[in-house]
């Protein structure tokens, strides 16, 4: 449901951003090889948006990756974090 949302839903990605940010880089390490397709579906919406707006606040910690909020940098964290077995 969250991939068609974000693939689909231009207006609700930009409306929601941070809450998506924040459950997709909190939940990548933890998501099982059958689920990475979809986090990849939503990857391309994500980082393309990212290229037209700031980065929306986050409530991360430092035991949650402490993740900087730049383009380059968060679409490097959600690739890798798909690339990994």
């Known amino acids: 449901m969250a991939a068609y949302l974000i693939e689909a839903r231009p207006a609700w990605l930009d ?4 809450e998506v940010l924040e459950q ?3 939940a990548g390490p933890l998501a099982q090889s059958a ?3 979809f986090r990849l579906r939503c990857l391309k919406p994500i980082i393309l948006l990212l290229q037209q707006r700031e ?5 991360l910690t430092d035991e949650d990756g402490g993740w900087g909020c730049t383009a380059a940098g968060l679409a490097a964290t959600l690739v890798a974090q ?3 077995p």
Not at 55 to 59: G, H, N, V
Request: charged fraction near 20%; charge should be positive; hydrophobic fraction near 45%.
């Open 15 to 18: 409306g929601h951003l941070a």
């Open 24 to 26: 997709v880089l909190i």
């Open 35 to 37: 689920a990475k397709r």
């Open 55 to 59: 980065c929306p606040p986050l409530r």
């Open 82 to 84: 798909c690339m990994r």
